[in-house]
């Protein structure tokens, strides 16, 4: 079966939505909480990757490292639950990080701002003007989020197999038109596609692994899977981390062939 990814605007209906499509699918549904679950498994600390959160707002002010090692975190999290098929994933640039996998359904749900506007004091009880703000302001952080952790338009068009206007459209209808297509042959598993998504779910484990091992700087390290065998590329300062960084991947459970190709940086040089 598809696996499903679902972004949304505020106010779209992705609750009424995406948690009935993942039910009427008999899929896992993989938000926000079932991702800070599974990063702990990687040792990070809910309270660190709460910081990181799209809506708080010091998240902009973090470091390039910081934003690269949530990056890749996120990365490996979310392709281990695409590569157990049958997911619904919800938010978290899903789309973006399973562009190139050929049975991930990528959807979008978006509405009028007007619509939305309605929509969120309704269900808030707050006043129009209230949630107007509610509104840009999330919309603003939503964007600003997609733009600086993926360096994409979070309304770009092309991230998305399918674009769901929901101003007139019920949650059922939804829920069936989006169902219909993940079971449409269209988007059927087959076993390039598979294969991909499980080079791509190694891939990312392995550079969540390094980066919480954190002995091996991996800034300039390099790590691509094909059919289960790795090639190791880019710079390390010393050969010992060129040993370490070859040790820590062949340790990794589905591995079959490591091969490294690490340069060493020039000292002093930034190269």
Do not use: C
């Not at 770009?156 to 829920?175: K, R, S």
């Not at 065998?229 to 459970?253: F, K, P, Q």
């Amino acid at each position: 079966m598809a696996i499903v990814t679902i972004s949304s605007q505020i106010g779209s209906g992705r609750t009424e939505i995406a948690r009935p499509l993942a039910e009427e699918l008999g899929y896992a549904y993989v938000d926000k909480e079932a991702i800070f679950a599974a990063a702990e498994g990687y040792g990070w600390l809910r309270r660190s990757l709460d910081k990181m959160d799209e809506r708080r707002v010091g998240f902009w002010e973090r470091s390039e490292a910081e934003r690269r090692h949530y990056l890749i975190l996120v990365e490996a999290i979310l392709t281990d639950f695409a590569r157990q098929d049958r997911v619904v994933i919800v938010g978290r640039g899903g789309n973006i990080i399973l562009r190139g996998i050929r049975h991930a359904l990528r959807v979008k749900l978006y509405a009028p701002f007007p619509v939305r506007v309605r929509r969120v004091a309704e269900r808030e009880g707050i006043s129009q003007e209230k949630a107007r703000e509610l509104v840009a302001k999330s919309d603003r952080e939503r964007a600003g989020y997609i733009r600086y952790v993926f360096d994409h338009d979070w309304m770009d068009p092309d991230q998305y197999d399918l674009l769901l206007d929901t101003e007139h459209l019920p949650p059922p209808v939804a829920v069936e038109a989006i169902a219909r297509l993940a079971r449409s042959p269209s988007f059927q598993p087959r076993p390039s596609s598979v294969e991909a998504i499980e080079d791509l779910a190694l891939a990312s484990k392995i550079k969540a692994l390094l980066v919480m091992d954190g002995r091996v700087q991996t800034s300039w390290l390099e790590v691509r899977v094909e059919r289960g065998e790795v090639l190791l590329s880019g710079l390390v300062e010393t050969e010992y981390e060129r040993g370490l960084t070859e040790e820590i991947v062949r340790g990794v459970e589905g591995v079959k062939k490591v091969e490294n190709s690490i340069g060493f940086k020039l000292l002093g040089t930034g190269l």
